[in-house]
């Protein structure tokens, strides 16, 4: 308001100098159109108020200091009158007309401000992954177009208080007092208003005074509140303007919308996971099942010969039985072992036990204690010489290698050709290899080998059907023991499977020969 006055004092001043200056050096006998600039530039600068108290004032100082009698405000021409009339009336026309043309303007820069501010808004949010991503970008915005010094947004969960998301401001976390202003939003076409408020929640005792006012938006969307939009400002400055206002509140709505958006989308995406996992769990369920229903019928069937009194059975046909029994006994152990492997696994709870241990020994092991399942099929073994001893869990190799063993047995016939292979790999790694000659596994489908998906037919013709998690548990004790395992079409024609495993670090970088005989 002081600014003001002085602008209109210091106009009506220059405008009267100049005035005096026209008429006396020039020989003008009526100046007064000068007084017109006055009025224009005061519009200009501070509206229409301003310039119509700039034109009142301009008609009594010329009246006093350039119409005789001088000094006072009566006037003794009667034509003098009419003049004087006419240059107020034209004065207050020309300062309504300018002032009115610069709120005109100031309102369109106003409203540009304000839609390219919510462009922006807009344009962060469908930009962002998630409503929070595009937070930090919304506040700056706040904080450039100077809607408020210190702006920032916080988000509540369902079962707590408010927390900073994002804050124009420095490290600090802003302190909120418990005296502030919320908007409160006005129904019909009623402009919002800013409601002082006090809150407990927020005070903190033995806290500064501060110079600057804070105000809050609440965020709402159809779920509930989920937090606030806040900004600061100096409390000379006063609330923030009908525009401003609308933009914070417009933020608030977006924001609001773009959470409810990303809750929903999160709960579709959890019940499509969980819609998925369920079937999953029940086709593996499913295949389990017939897992287990293929021995266990076949040791009923041999247990039944053997307890029927009226079988006639000699000493060769109750060993034959005998020998079944325990070779389906020892397959449903063995997919038993998987089904807690894999329990294991997926709840993080399998650990190693790492043991140096000599490859081609780990080997002959596996081959030897599975043999029954590569009845019919020659099997051939290449170790490489000089192989280094690994750092492996002894029963977590066994079980990888009787998986391999037995996915093999499972998907070729009798006579298909197994070859077992170990190798160095660079110089931390052994490769044990095990393929076969048998109709092997699509390009398409190796990637998935060793990904748990519930039951899937054998791809590219390999016979059999299983539940796929004898290769999900190779993988998943693999990793467990450091290393990686991977498939691909072997040259025998069939699927190969490389186990990569850590060579035991004693021997890596040492010196050829070092480490690698007995000793």
Known sequence: MALAAAAIVAALVVATLAVAAVESWAGITDASAA?????????VWLGTVAAVITAVGAFFLYNALFIEPIGTLLVSDPREWLNLLLFLFLGLVVGQLAGRQRERAESALLRERQARALYEVSRALAAASSAREALPAIVGMLSSDRVGSRAW???????GPERPAADSGGPAAPAVPASHRVVRRAAGNEPPAWVRVHDPRYAHPGAAPSAEDTYRV?????????????????????????????VLLSIADQVGQALERDRLAEQAVSA???????????ALLDSVAHDLRTPLAAIRAAAGSLADPEAQLDGGERLARAAAIDRDAARLSRLVTNL??????????????PAIMVVEDLIADAVDRHADLLAGRPVTVEVAEGLPPVVVDAVFIDQVLANLLENVAAHTPAGTAVRISASMVGDDRVRVTVEDAGAGVA??????LFVRAGPRPAPAGRGG?????????VRGLVEAMGGTVSAARSALGG?????????????????EGAGQGGP
Do not use: C, N
């Not at 007084?35 to 519009?43: F, Q, W």
């Not at 059907?465 to 548990?473: A, D, E, F, M, Q």
């Open 218 to 246: 609440p965020i709402e969307s159809p779920g509930g509140s989920r937090g606030s939009v806040w900004v600061t400002r100096p409390r000379s400055a006063g609330p923030p303007g009908r525009g401003d206002t609308r």
């Open 443 to 448: 390009e398409a489908a190796l990637a998935s």
């Open 465 to 473: 059907r299983g539940s796929g998690i004898g290769l999900v548990v």
């Open 35 to 43: 007084y017109l600039l006055a009025v224009v530039a005061v519009a």
């Open 272 to 282: 499509a996971v969980a819609r998925r996992s369920e079937a999953a769990k029940t």
């Open 153 to 159: 947004i916080s988000l509540s969960d369902a079962a």
């Open 495 to 511: 699927l190969r499977v490389d186990v990569d495993v850590p060579v035991a670090p004693a021997v890596i970088g040492a010196p």
């Open 340 to 353: 807690l492997d894999l329990s294991r696994l997926e709840g993080g709870d399998l650990r190693g036990r």
